[in-house]
């Protein structure tokens, strides 16, 4: 729109154009300024975060608009223990002005400890038994581990163990990582299978499985022991601290001229060499081979010495170089009570007198039962009056019989072959029977013989050079007997000064 404005110089009037309104640029310089400045601001804001960060964790890169999370995405993730123990050692407020730097350095660290050992990973152990009806793969799973990861163990485990032998009462070990905050993850599983051996599955850095058998090897000792025997040989024999597996390997190899049940008297004695087994940290763990014994009983002095031949057999041998093993045992039986003798006797259901040609061994009903020696099984099943019947024919034309069994050991039918010491059968009462025992004989070319009277040949008698090596052994055993007891004298005499002191 034209304004006219009147001119008094020459009666006219003069034109002027009104100009357009430049208020908005205004406003728009005015928004872009303060839109610049917020940016400014904005920008020194994150410049800010970013030396915090830094100063929380030196050495640290500082990351990228580009791979920052949204707020959810931080409030999900678990932060890593360092990175909290720091983060908090950072906030904490300041001491008063009267404490002194190094308190606040101290109170720090302390607290930086203390916060990194809550979070650092611990190994737990747990033991599980095996009960009836238990499987590996139940027992696994029942500890949280995943079937698969289960499957892949017990898979690596059948490389040098098959978890099909697993017994009711083993006991396995099984160790889990543990961490604040974390499942609990598995780290090995450890079966024990006897004294010195054990099975064992890893876990392995690469996230595997491996299996490996683990075998201990014992230390060995001599040790020497005796003692006289005022109630029992086995009251004596724990006195004198002999394992029992020792006494058992003096009785099995004086079974074949000593009847303990009836020979060993009140003040007779024994002496025993033997070597007992020790773990690493020097720890008794079983008794080991007998080297020597030396038993009086009766008014026998009865040695013996175990001996390996050249040709590998292992016994015991007496002074002479004889084998102490007879064709037969006297006793077939271990704990028995002599019940019946051989000979005339009036019998206990028939009621009148007969030869009793046997020795009846009482015993609870299912005692094993072993074979007096090596040899043939001629008859075993049922006949007559001696009921569960087991007949064996032995070297040397000998032939032994077993009666009143309850049954029979496995494998034993006629025609299979025993070895002396055998179990073949069990205590019973069947047939003509009072009660529950086992009736032994003993029948030399066809003709009864007394049991307990019979004098078998040895089974082998050293000679040459043979007998010549065996000498030489006995005589170090001899030494080494001789050896352990005068140390065990001069420790004696070396304790009762000391506590006389």
Known sequence: MNYYVPSYKNNSRIC??????????????????????????????????????AELQPGAEVPTESHQSTDSEKSNQTPRPDAVSQHVATQQPSSDDDT?????????????????????????????????????????????????EAHTIISTLQDVFNPRRIRQGQEITLAFETMDQYDPMFQSMNLKLGVTKEVQVERCPENGFVAQEIVRELQTRPVRADAEINSSLYNAAVSAGMPVEVLMQMIRAYSFDVDFQR?????????????????????????????????????????????????????????KGESVRKTLMVTPIDGARLSSGYGMRRHPILGYSR??????????????IMAAGDGVVEFAGRRGNYGNLIRLRHPNEYQTLY??????????????????????????????????????EVHHRGSHVNPATVDTPPGRTLEGQELEKFLAAKENI?????SLEKRDKLARVNQDALSSR
């Open 16 to 53: 002027l154009k009104r100009k357009k309104s430049k208020k908005h640029l205004w406003i728009i310089s005015i928004l872009s300024i303060l839109a610049l400045s917020y940016m400014l601001m904005g920008f020194s804001s994150k410049s800010q975060e970013t030396e915090t960060v």
């Open 100 to 148: 002194s730097d190094s308190a606040k350095d101290t109170l720090s660290q302390e607290r930086d400890t203390q916060s990194v050992a809550a979070s650092s990973p611990s190994i737990q152990e747990k033991i599980v038994s095996i009960s009836s009806g238990d499987t590996l793969m139940g027992l696994l799973t029942a500890q949280g581990l995943p079937r698969a």
């Open 263 to 319: 020979d060993i008297r009140h003040g007779d004695s024994f002496e025993v060499l033997f070597n007992e087994q020790l773990d690493e940290d020097g720890n008794f763990i079983r008794g080991g081979d007998v080297l020597y014994a030396n038993l009086n009983t009766r008014g026998r002095t009865l040695p013996i010495y175990r001996y390996e031949t050249s040709d590998g057999e292992v016994d015991f041998f007496n002074s």
């Open 355 to 368: 030869m009793h040609q046997g020795l009846d061994f009482a015993a609870p009903t299912g005692t094993p």
């Open 403 to 440: 009666a009143h069994l309850s049954r029979f050991a496995s494998g034993i039918r006629q025609g299979a072959r025993v070895t002396q010491g055998q179990i073949i059968g069990y205590v019973g009462t069947t047939g003509l029977s009072t009660g529950p025992h086992l009736h032994y």
């Open 478 to 482: 001899q030494t080494l007997f001789a």
